[in-house]
């Protein structure tokens, strides 16, 4: 009895690993034998390696960029921003592949956290709705009293979703926020009814659709998506560090800076099939053309050069102002929570 016991134990303390951001796997991203070199070694932790959004960083190191900087890159796995957020802050990783919103709300709390790398133009994110609750939300007007599915508490996916509901009359008091992850996950909550809905992305939204478990409410993976529902563009998935750290380590970060924009350079002149071609293939959980499709659904949000937009910051600070306390009445200083100084020397 002794022996299954322990057994078990060892196979529960598995299963809680698996599922926590600590015990994220690093080889899943790191294929290409980078640990053999002897470059600068950069933890970077990323709010999700299988989401789309955050495809350009599984892909530099796919594509062999960070190696050809000199870089040993470690990317790790954390499903929410908010807890990739937490490890930046407390040294455990040099960088975050996360929400550039992220930045302004630091600054406000006194941490200083900038965009080195502007991935994303807009959210690429998706409010869907279940099919069983499609009668009753037919637009973010009939939130009041629902249950809505995000990544997790004080992340960007909350974020946006108490925005839509201010913005359309309802009180973020009268919307329960559900962390409910990204995947598996959400399609489960989705499908038992744990969620009326709830904000993910691809591939999460192209295998909600296939399996007809809901329908697209609210699509910000396009830059017409964005300014309708958020009123501009909305920058979004970037690469940001700690501010001290980058002016500490200007050559680091500008090596970051070149193999990065030239994997959006490299993604704007292939086909969704081409970039699919280079993820590992364990991505394309609901099959291989399901996943090209949620690439071409999500490309427009991506930046060909890594630049951030010009009025993109004064939009989400518009954004998170609407709903968050800590921000409505603080000055934010917009120019120190991103930098555009190593994007502009990559070639």
């Given at each position: 009895?002794?022996?299954?016991?322990?057994?078990?134990?060892?196979?529960?303390?598995g299963?809680?690993?698996?599922?926590?951001?600590?015990?994220?796997?690093?080889?899943s991203?790191?294929?290409?034998?980078?640990?053999?070199?002897?470059?600068?070694?950069?933890?970077?932790?990323?709010?999700?390696?299988d989401?789309?959004?955050?495809?350009?960083?599984?892909?530099?190191?796919?594509?062999?960029?960070?190696?050809q900087?000199?870089?040993t890159?470690?990317?790790?796995?954390?499903?929410?921003?908010?807890?990739?957020?937490?490890?930046l802050?407390?040294?455990?990783?040099?960088?975050?592949?996360?929400?550039?919103?992220?930045?302004?709300?630091?600054?406000?709390?006194?941490k200083?956290?900038?965009?080195?790398?502007?991935?994303?133009q807009?959210?690429?994110?998706?409010e869907?709705?279940?099919?069983?609750?499609?009668?009753d939300?037919?637009?973010?007007?009939?939130?009041?009293?629902?249950?809505?599915?995000?990544?997790?508490?004080?992340?960007?996916?909350?974020?946006?979703?108490?925005?839509?509901?201010v913005?359309?009359?309802?009180?973020?008091?009268?919307?329960?926020?559900?962390a409910?992850?990204?995947?598996?996950?959400?399609l489960?909550?989705?499908?038992?009814?744990?969620?009326?809905?709830?904000?993910?992305t691809?591939?999460?939204?192209?295998?909600?659709?296939?399996?007809?478990?809901?329908?697209?409410?609210?699509?910000?993976?396009?830059p017409?998506?964005?300014?309708?529902?958020?009123?501009?563009?909305?920058?979004?998935?970037?690469?940001?560090?700690?501010?001290?750290?980058?002016?500490?380590?200007?050559?680091?970060?500008?090596?970051?800076?070149?193999?990065?924009?030239?994997?959006?350079?490299?993604?704007?002149?292939?086909?969704?099939?081409e970039?699919?071609?280079?993820?590992?293939?364990?991505?394309?959980?609901?099959?291989?053309?399901?996943?090209?499709?949620?690439?071409r659904?999500?490309?427009?949000?991506f930046t060909?050069?890594g630049?951030?937009?010009?009025?993109?910051?004064?939009?989400?600070?518009?954004?998170?102002?609407?709903?968050?306390?800590?921000?409505?009445?603080?000055?934010?200083?917009?120019?120190?929570?991103?930098?555009?100084?190593?994007?502009?020397?990559?070639?």
């Amino acid at each position: 009895m002794r022996t299954s016991a322990k057994f078990s134990a060892l196979v529960v303390a598995g299963a809680m690993c698996l599922s926590l951001s600590g015990c994220a796997d690093e080889s899943s991203a790191d294929t290409s034998g980078n640990e053999s070199l002897k470059g600068d070694v950069v933890k970077i932790m990323v709010g999700g390696l299988d989401k789309v959004i955050y495809l350009p960083a599984v892909l530099t190191q796919r594509l062999g960029y960070f190696q050809q900087e000199g870089l040993t890159v470690k990317l790790l796995s954390e499903p929410a921003g908010v807890q990739a957020t937490t490890s930046l802050l407390s040294g455990d990783v040099q960088g975050v592949v996360g929400f550039y919103d992220h930045t302004l709300d630091l600054q406000v709390k006194g941490k200083k956290v900038e965009s080195v790398v502007q991935l994303a133009q807009t959210p690429g994110e998706v409010e869907v709705v279940s099919t069983k609750a499609a009668g009753d939300i037919v637009s973010p007007k009939d939130f009041k009293g629902k249950k809505l599915g995000v990544t997790g508490l004080g992340s960007s996916t909350d974020f946006l979703t108490k925005y839509l509901a201010v913005k359309n009359g309802v009180d973020v008091s009268d919307v329960t926020p559900v962390a409910v992850g990204a995947g598996q996950t959400f399609l489960s909550a989705l499908e038992k009814g744990a969620i009326d809905g709830g904000m993910t992305t691809d591939p999460t939204v192209a295998q909600v659709l296939d399996k007809n478990l809901g329908k697209v409410l609210v699509d910000m993976r396009t830059p017409e998506g964005s300014k309708a529902a958020l009123g501009g563009l909305y920058p979004a998935s970037s690469l940001y560090m700690s501010s001290d750290w980058v002016n500490s380590n200007k050559e680091t970060v500008q090596k970051l800076a070149n193999a990065m924009v030239k994997t959006l350079k490299w993604m704007s002149e292939h086909t969704p099939e081409e970039i699919a071609e280079q993820m590992p293939a364990d991505y394309a959980k609901g099959g291989k053309d399901l996943y090209v499709k949620s690439i071409r659904s999500t490309l427009p949000m991506f930046t060909k050069d890594g630049v951030m937009p010009a009025d993109g910051p004064k939009t989400v600070l518009q954004v998170l102002k609407s709903f968050n306390p800590n921000l409505k009445n603080a000055s934010v200083d917009l120019e120190k929570t991103y930098t555009t100084e190593f994007v502009k020397k990559a070639g």
